[in-house]
DNA sequence: AACTTTCTACGAACACCTTCGTAGATATCC
DNA sequence: GGATATCTACGAAGGTGTTCGTAGAAAGTT
């Protein structure tokens, strides 16, 4: 689970009803999308086909309905969003980008604790 | 400084240029771009035409070359841009996008100071 | 067996972004 | 004044992402 591209929109919309919900057929994986954006069968299935090229999804062909699972996970994609970000948008300043999140968004006592604790670690480790 | 459509990849590399040089003609930014990926003048022109149909940018138009300025500011895009990522990516957990910043790239002492900084002062104010 | 449902594959349409060539106006230079 | 340079405006092309209709195969129903 290395190489792969950043998922589209309609391609994370995808990846996240697979990271919560484990492999599935096309109708399954339909199913669980939002209503909103409404979204055609067809539609689905033909970004399963792509993303099947693009790697980040393997199917099953066993069954008549083909079983898609992620081939991706959530962790690294995400962590590649972040990195985009940080390159596109705050001049790859980590701190920047964290005190725009923690600034633009109501956080949390229990969250800001969290942070915290992840701190400490981090500072521990490298110390 | 408010409503106004998230920036596409080429607006952002003129946005930032506005941002760190100020107000400048089409020639001027085109000169400030960086060289990879090489753009011809009037592909930044027209980007700026359409920038300044979106409201990303204004034009003075007293000169013959017309004079173009930011319409929105550094934060209020960068807001936008991580308030997306936390939407389509993170489930709208702060924390966790906070994480992932942290452990997705070294973050030097500096920075963890700094963050931590911040930290302490939002719990301060919203004791 | 005929009909209906469910599936995949595929092509095409549409929208958006990015790029740049060309045209025409305006200024500058010799 | 005529050639050259610089500017804006505009259209069109090429790429990518998203959508869905249609066709045809396979399974299920009566």
Chains 1, 2 share one sequence.
Not at 19 to 37: C, F, K, M, S, Y
Not at 81 to 86: D, E, G, Q, S
């Amino acid at each position: 689970m290395k190489e792969h591209p950043t998922p589209t929109d309609a391609e994370l919309d995808i990846l996240s009803v697979l990271w919560e919900h484990g492999p599935g057929t096309v109708r399954q994986i339909h199913a669980h999308l939002p209503d909103d954006p409404p979204r055609g069968y067809t539609t689905i299935l033909k970004l399963l086909q792509i993303m099947s090229e693009k790697g980040l999804v393997r199917r099953n062909e066993r069954e008549r309905a083909h079983v898609y699972r992620a081939a991706v996970d959530a962790d690294s994609v995400r962590g590649r969003m972040v990195k985009h970000l940080l390159t596109r948008a705050f001049d790859n300043s980590t701190s920047k980008l964290v005190m725009q999140a923690l600034t633009s968004r109501r956080t949390s006592r229990a969250e800001i604790a969290e942070i915290r604790r992840l701190l400490d670690k981090m500072e521990g480790s490298s110390r």
